[in-house]
């Protein structure tokens, strides 16, 4: 098993959709991310959960909605995306809330395509 | 939020050279991680420096924290082929527990 598996690694949906990103680790760890990584700009974190307690919403539209069940799951669902969504969504988690270099461990991300 | 500023934002060499990649802000920042992400992969952690004027070597890889906390280089030495890949510098800004903004990141490509 790896630490951060994510799926689909793949996935292209119309701007009507309704999809769902899955996030899972077996690390044992408290908090997890969700960040978007485009073209040309540096990764932007986009959510933050700890003890599957949402702790950081940055700013991001409602057309992203996080799930968090439980410490090891973590799911991005979405619905009427816009093309400029196109990007690699990567999950994180780390043993705490990162603070002092907490390493963060990455998923291999899914590769969204909204067309 | 500040900005990490990574430079050179490319970076294309042959086998056995040697390379610098710079990592700058105006903020100071409570530590510094450099990662390495493959094609196809997620960034994978390669060292946390958390001192000023701290200096980590990692086999061919050297990598300093400067002295005010607000950037950060790394060296590698006789670069590799499997040294390619995209290098992610990330600070967290003091005060900010929890947020770690990544840096606009240096891909590099080594060639036979």
Redesign the interface.
Known sequence: ETGVTQTPRHLVMGMTNKKSLKCEQHLGHNAMYWYKQSAKKPLELMFVYNFKEQTENNSVPSRFSPECPNSSHLFLHLHTLQPEDSALYLCASSQTLYRDGTEAFFGQGTRLTVV | TQ??EQSPQFLSIQEGENLTVYCNSSSVF??L?WYRQEP??????LV?V?TGGEVKKLKRLTFQFGDARKDSSLHITAAQPGDTGLY?C?G?ETGT?????????TRLQVTL
Do not use: I, N, Y
């Open positions: 900005l990490l409570s530590s991680q196809g992969e997620g960034p994978v952690l946390t958390v992610l990330a967290e527990a929890s947020k770690l903004t990544f840096g606009t990141g």
